[in-house]
C-alpha cells in the first residue's frame, strides 16, 4: 500500500512569511496526526485529526499555527507569520485508529531565515 | 506530565557486540511504551511496542515498571542497525505520543 504522503519536501521561506504544507495519509486511516521535530528533539504533537474533527491540538501554537482536514482524509498545516524558532522537520502520520500502530511520512524540512 | 529520558545522544558498538538502548520514563500510570527506528534517509517507523512482546531484527525490550524503564536490547549488533531510535510512551485511551530524544547508534566494523 502507497505510504503516508507529504509536500513540500523541503521549504526556505523568509520571517513573518507564510507557509503551508500538504499530508496525504495512508487510504483508509481515520487517524491524522502533525508533528513537529526540532533538531535534536524527538517529535512532539502539535494536532491530532480524527476524520474531519480535531481530538487534541493542545500544543499547537494557535496565534500562528493553524490545520485542517475538511474532508476527513488530506490535511494542512500553516504557519502564519513564521518566527525563526518554527525551524524544523513537520511530520505528518497516520493510523487506522487512535490505539492503531502510527506510520509516518517522509516529512518536510523547514528552514526560516 | 509524561516524561520520556534517553540519556544517550549517541552509542557506538562494535558489530557483534551487545547493544542496549537506555529509555526512562516518568508517569504514574500503566502506559504503553514503544521503540521507533529511523534510518539513513528513511521515515520515522515502528520497531516494536511493550504489549506485543515481540522480537523484531532481533531486538527486544521489557517494561520494567519498578525502574520505569524501558531499556531496547540485540545481543549481536549488525552494521544496519545503525540508525536514530527513539523511545516513546503513551497514556492509555486517545492521547498522544510522547517521544524521548532520540539515541543514534552506529554500529561500527
Known amino acids: 500500500e502507497a505510504g503516508v504522503a507529504q509536500s513540500p519536501r523541503y521549504k526556505i521561506i523568509e520571517k513573518r512569511q507564510s507557509v503551508a504544507f500538504w499530508c496525504n495519509p495512508i487510504?483508509?486511516?481515520?487517524?491524522l496526526y502533525w508533528y513537529q521535530q526540532i533538531l535534536g528533539q524527538g517529535p512532539k504533537l502539535l494536532i491530532q485529526?480524527?476524520?474531519?474533527?480535531?481530538?487534541?491540538d493542545s500544543q499547537l501554537p494557535k496565534d500562528r499555527f493553524s490545520a485542517e482536514r475538511l474532508k476527513g482524509v488530506d490535511s494542512t498545516l500553516k504557519i502564519q507569520p513564521a518566527k525563526l524558532e518554527d525551524s524544523a522537520v513537520y511530520l505528518c502520520?497516520?493510523?487506522?485508529?487512535?490505539?492503531?500502530?502510527?506510520?509516518f511520512g517522509p516529512g518536510t524540512r523547514l528552514l526560516v531565515l | 506530565a509524561q516524561r520520556v529520558t534517553q540519556p544517550e545522544k549517541l552509542l557506538s558498538v562494535f558489530k557483534g557486540a551487545p547493544v542496549e538502548l537506555k529509555c526512562n520514563y516518568s508517569?504514574?500510570?500503566?502506559?504503553?511504551l514503544f521503540w521507533y527506528v529511523q534510518y539513513s534517509r528513511q521515515r520515522l517507523q515502528l520497531l516494536l511496542r511493550?504489549?506485543s512482546r515481540e522480537s523484531i531484527k532481533g531486538f527486544t525490550a521489557d517494561l520494567n515498571k519498578g525502574e520505569t524503564s524501558f531499556h531496547l536490547k540485540k545481543p549481536f549488533a549488525q552494521e544496519e542497525d545503525s540508525a536514530m531510535y527513539y523511545c516513546?510512551?503513551?497514556?492509555?485511551?486517545?492521547?498522544?505520543?510522547?517521544f524521548g530524544k532520540g539515541t543514534r547508534l552506529s554500529v561500527i566494523a
Open positions: 511493550h504489549i
Open positions: 487510504s483508509g486511516h481515520a487517524t
Open positions: 508517569y504514574s500510570g500503566s502506559p504503553e
Open positions: 516513546a510512551l503513551k497514556k492509555a485511551g486517545n492521547t498522544p505520543l510522547v
Open positions: 485529526f480524527q476524520n474531519n474533527g480535531v481530538v487534541d
Open positions: 502520520a497516520s493510523s487506522l485508529a487512535p490505539e492503531e500502530t502510527q506510520y
